[in-house]
């Protein structure tokens, strides 16, 4: 969802804006990659201008090599798939991937994109977090697919000043940024919704538009107020949920909940698994108004606190997949911490 360009302003218990260390830390980590890697020709070690600040920084790609932030397995058919499923890019380059070296959108595809014709892949990946004893397709022919949002708009977002203009995967509506479908030991098929994060922090609270805030509570206030809903109304009002990353979270929940009532593709039981690096501190210190820090320490403890029901929401942390067998030597060596002093 597009969030309100204007100016940033501190609110009463606003703490003051901090930087993140886990991203400064990943940004040295990629520009070391940038340097070493036999993946990139030579042009594309050069700095490469961001086109969201207009300015060059070494943690980025020259804009003609962006399609090289795909790594050399999935490239190709990445850029395949989501060019039939009407994907955008974040961040695109000219229609294709951001050239930023850190982007989460194409870390998690980098990721997992092999396991969209690699159910085993998915068992290694995320086994030891849901009980997958087989994995069934999502869809004709894939065994995971990116961008998801369900087969029905069950919050009116496809609704745009009164007329209905339809959902886009990926952009202006609750989009998970994976999916995959599987039956348990026991034989329960379950659904999984892969939130994906990589350096993301929300430190900064943002001067919110009214008129924004009152659409948005619309569209879930009655969902997030039910009693049988997944995310308690006693811990946080609603109104302090539309800052991130609460309200992705929330959000994402509630789909979560309604694909179940639903018994979307079969699924007895759907699961929100957020991947998340435990060292990425400045996600955890990411609340941005005194009621958020009165409710607790970190975001994850708030959280828990609001889930009615928590083993809904499960945590992944992302070194499972800094493993051959998941995902490639080539993942391992971009995005490993000890790359460098293991090569």
Known sequence: MNESKKQRTPLPGDESRRTNPYATEHNKLAEAWKQRTATLPDEARAPGVYEKHRRAYPVC???EYASHNLLPEVRDGATELFSELDIPWHDSVAGGPSNHLRDSQVQCVNALFQMVNDPDRIKLGFGDVVDIAEVLQIEDGRFLTFE????????????RHGKEVGRRRGTNCTSIDAAFLYKTST???????????F???????????SASDAVRIGRYAADFAASDGPVRADVLPIELLLDEPFYQLMRQQLLSHRLEKAQAYGADIVRVLHVLAPGNIGYQDSLVRAEHLAAGGSVDEVWTKLLRTPDRFRHVDPAVFLDLAVTSAEYVDRYSPTAAADG
Do not use: C, M, N, Q
Not at 187 to 197: D, F, P, Q
């Open 199 to 209: 350096t993301e922090s929300y430190l900064t609270s943002y001067d919110r538009d």
């Open 187 to 197: 034989g329960t098929t379950e659904l999984a919704l892969v939130e994906w994060k």
């Open 148 to 159: 998801y949002i369900g087969p029905t708009d069950y919050f009116g977002e496809g609704i």
């Open 61 to 63: 790609l020259p804009i």
